[in-house]
């Protein structure tokens, strides 16, 4: 397909592997911030094919990794409310609360639904006028204007049976606060593609020089990524930290102005905990007071308030997140934990950092990963 | 979940700005995507489209640079390590 397969070429991949060996003087630690990169890294082999010069730490961007327990045990309250629906996206269903998942709710007689798009859950709404629907409205900026553009349309409808249960994460300040740990090890970050396709990248010039760590916005392809990397160990090996855009058939430097209008008219920044983050100050969106009626934790305010929190103590689920250990490093891992049996979220999600290691065979002590054959 | 894919314009639904929608075309597979968030798109661009909704128009020009670029990687001046820099 166009804009798929050309970075994807083998040969070209491998070249720029080459040219990133022979830059890198010692081992550069970077990180990659999304988690739809960090399958794309251990997917093609890059992380193996450029060990010894790179070491690549995965970030916390999983949303659904980050998402609370007590909003998932919520959204599992709904389900099982009679007359509500609740919709999100397919990892959401899957992702265990204290009580089990979504799923779980729906096999014992609640109502969870996979929805591909916010806006399939407004239709799902006007075909059901009698049910209250609930959009589970999980993601970071990337995913922000279509659950704004779902609120502004249910809006200009008057949908009295629409809601949003907003866990929408921002990026930038989970960034700051990596940085800010006395034990960081990151010397530099692909930041993610899509995310800056919405915000643009003007905002992270003020991190790259108050941390001194370069900052390249970052595709999805594999020679999207090496080319990420090239940037980062250049800039490195230079003595240089700039924010450089390698994306650029995606991402303007202002970013998408209309999405970003569109965001703004429905959401405002809030503080928001993010599991194994913590509290991060402007670390997610609220909907704005205008919009409160479609908001689901305004609408069934009722219903949060009764829920003990539990979690499972035994995933680690929080210092992978934050890159203090690889998944491979949890006792579970594998063993206890499965994508089949999840622990945690990370061993869930499609862009869980668990998920991959399971699927890409990254056991302890084994290379099973074909390197760069640009095979799926 | 940040996922996009690359697909191209083929036909208008619906033009009205908060609802505009086109039938976007991902290699033999066809869905209606939202084109609310990318007004200047026209018929043959390509866009990248993520969870229904298009979130840019791919810049062909960019495109072409970057794979241009890359092509020439091997007469780039090397900077690093083996370039004593």
Request: hydrophobic content about 40%.
């Amino acid at each position: 397909m166009k804009y798929l397969d050309e970075f994807r070429d083998p040969k070209l991949a491998g070249r720029l592997v080459d040219r990133i060996r022979r830059a890198a003087s010692r081992t550069w630690v970077i990180m990659e911030v999304c988690g739809g990169q960090t399958h794309g890294l251990l997917r093609h082999g890059i992380d193996e094919a450029l060990a010894g010069a790179v070491e690549l730490i995965h970030g916390p961007g999983c949303p659904v990794c980050v998402t609370p327990i007590e909003s998932i045990d919520f959204a599992c309250e709904l389900a099982k409310r009679p007359g509500t629906i609740v919709a999100s996206f397919g990892d959401m269903l899957r992702v265990p609360g204290s009580n089990g998942s979504l799923n779980r709710s729906h096999q014992e007689g609640g109502d969870a639904r996979i929805v591909y798009s916010p806006l399939d859950a407004v239709e799902l709404a006007i075909r059901n006028p009698d049910r209250d629907v609930v959009f589970f409205a999980v993601g970071f900026e990337t995913t922000m204007p279509a659950t704004a553009l779902a609120v502004l349309q249910a809006a200009d409808r008057k949908l009295q049976n629409f809601s949003i249960l907003s866990a929408h994460v921002r990026v930038l300040p989970a960034m700051r606060g990596i940085l800010s740990d006395p034990g960081n090890r990151v010397q530099a970050f692909l930041a993610a593609g899509h995310v800056c396709t919405i915000t643009g990248y003007r905002e992270y010039g003020e991190l790259a020089a108050r941390f001194g760590v370069p900052i390249v916005v970052t595709g999805f392809e594999p020679v999207d990524l090496l080319e990420g990397i090239l940037e980062c160990v250049t800039q490195l090996e230079t003595g240089r930290h700039c924010v450089t855009n390698r994306y650029e058939r995606s991402v303007r430097a202002e970013g998408n102005r209309e999405a970003r209008e569109i965001v703004d008219r429905v959401y405002e920044v809030a503080d928001r905990p993010w599991r194994g983050l913590g509290i991060v100050p402007g670390g997610g969106f609220v909907l704005r007071r205008a919009y409160e009626q479609f908001d689901a934790r305004w609408r069934f305010g009722s219903v949060a308030t009764e829920l003990p929190v539990l979690g499972d103590v035994r995933c680690r689920s929080g210092e992978v997140l934050s890159g203090r250990i690889r998944p491979t490093e949890c006792a579970e891992f594998g063993e206890g934990c499965t994508p089949d049996s999840p622990l945690g979220a990370p061993m869930v999600s499609s862009e869980g950092a668990c998920a991959a290691y399971f699927r890409y065979s990254r056991f302890p002590g084994q290379i099973a990963c074909p390197v760069l054959s640009g095979q799926e | 979940m940040c996922l996009g894919v690359p697909g191209k314009v083929v036909s208008w639904i619906n033009r009205e700005p908060l609802f505009a929608t086109a039938d976007v075309e991902f290699g033999t597979i066809r869905r209606a995507c939202s084109m609310a968030c990318v007004p200047e798109v026209e018929i043959g661009d390509f866009v990248i489209v993520h969870a229904g909704i298009a979130i840019s128009r791919i810049d062909e020009e960019a495109a072409r640079r970057t794979l241009a670029d890359l092509a020439s990687l091997d007469e780039r001046p090397e900077e690093g390590f083996e370039a004593g820099t």
